[in-house]
């Protein structure tokens, strides 16, 4: 059974307009919780962090593990470690400046999108609800219209999943694309790095 919080006492006396029939509207003052009124529409903080961080020939994407992601045992499902990959090479490759749309909606050119072609996974150890885990994406090789990606997922300092994709630019008919300088330029600094085993 899940259980929520309650609101504070001291928060709850805060309320106003808690007249019958009128609801209880919450002043967003700072109270015993630290909570802070939110930004006005249009006026809200970005998220620079959201897709994650490039440190170094490596990004780097945190990933909390959810009640949804785990089996009955609490332990993570081994499909849900390919999504939190996959989330890692999208934002990857965002941050670098290219989009999954851009590829697929150039303003020149046939329309590309990156599709999986071989996947190489070893599960070394379990991952389990609420754990905050890194996923960390390089660039092992490029090809001319394909990438290969190694991808770790680290929990603190323990190697839990250690993968091998790889991915190739393809047409919206599903046929091989060259990669274009843009892509290729983006991705060089990221090859043939030395990484910590």
């Not at 059974?1 to 967003?28: C, D, H, I, Q, Y």
């Not at 599709?115 to 890194?134: A, F, N, S, T, W």
Request: some cysteine; overall charge positive; glycine content about 8%.
């Amino acid at each position: 059974m899940l259980s929520f919080p309650l609101p504070s006492r001291e928060r709850v006396a805060r309320t106003v307009g808690s007249e019958p029939g009128k609801g209880a509207v919450m002043k967003n003052t700072p109270g015993a919780s630290g909570a802070r009124r939110p930004l006005p529409q249009g006026k809200r903080e970005k998220w620079p962090d959201i897709a994650g961080r490039i440190e170094g020939e490596t990004h780097v994407l945190p990933v909390r593990v959810y009640f949804e992601d785990t089996d009955c045992a609490g332990v993570v499902y081994h499909s849900n470690f390919l999504k939190f990959c996959e989330r890692g090479r999208s934002d990857f490759i965002r941050l670098l400046g290219l989009d999954h749309q851009g590829l697929a909606n150039p303003e020149a050119g046939e329309p590309a999108v990156f599709v999986v072609r071989r996947v190489e996974i070893d599960y070394l150890k379990p991952g389990r609800m609420d754990d905050l885990l890194e996923i960390v994406t390089s660039c092992a090789q490029i090809g001319s219209a394909s990438l290969v990606l190694r991808q770790d997922v680290r929990r603190d300092d323990a190697l839990l999943v250690r993968a091998r994709v790889t991915v190739v630019l393809v047409s919206r008919a599903g046929k091989p694309q060259r990669l274009g300088a843009l892509v290729r330029e983006a991705l060089q600094r990221f090859v043939n790095q030395p990484r910590e085993t």
